[in-house]
């Protein structure tokens, strides 16, 4: 399994942005789907925006189109997610995730099986 490692969290204030990223230890194109997900205290794990490592299909939940962008850098094998206007709700935790095969529900969180450790996303009203 590919090892993920994410970095980039911190507490901003509401309308802020912060950018994550997300660095595999194998080569990205190992992997069919890499994407972000996130949990908030007491919440399920949902996928936030997610996108097939091959071409340009990318994958956005409602609440975050418009705000977020996904994308990556193949050369250094890091995933990013630049995120814009920056709301409470959005305050999560924030996890990288790959899989390497089809699915028909890219945001669906178990549907990965490769996982970083996580990085805590506040954003404060």
């Known amino acids: 399994q590919v090892q993920l490692v994410e970095s980039g969290g911190g507490s901003v204030q509401a309308g802020g942005s912060l950018r994550l990223s997300c660095t595999a230890s194998?080569?990205?194109?190992?992997?069919?789907?890499m994407g972000w997900f996130r949990q908030a205290p007491g919440k399920e794990r949902e996928g936030v925006a997610t996108?097939?490592?091959?071409?340009?299909?990318?994958y956005y939940a409602d609440s975050v189109k418009g705000r977020f962008t996904i994308s990556q850098d193949s050369a250094t094998n890091t995933l990013y997610l630049q995120m814009n206007s920056l709301k409470p709700e959005d305050t999560a935790m924030y996890y990288c995730?790959?899989?390497?095969?089809?699915?028909?529900?890219?945001?669906?969180?178990?549907?990965?099986?490769?996982w970083g450790q996580g990085t805590q996303v506040t954003v404060s009203s």
């Open positions: 995730a790959a899989r390497r095969s089809y699915s028909l529900y890219p945001l669906q969180a178990s549907s990965y099986n490769s």
């Open positions: 194998g080569y990205i194109y190992d992997n069919y789907y």
């Open positions: 996108k097939r490592t091959v071409g340009d299909s990318t």
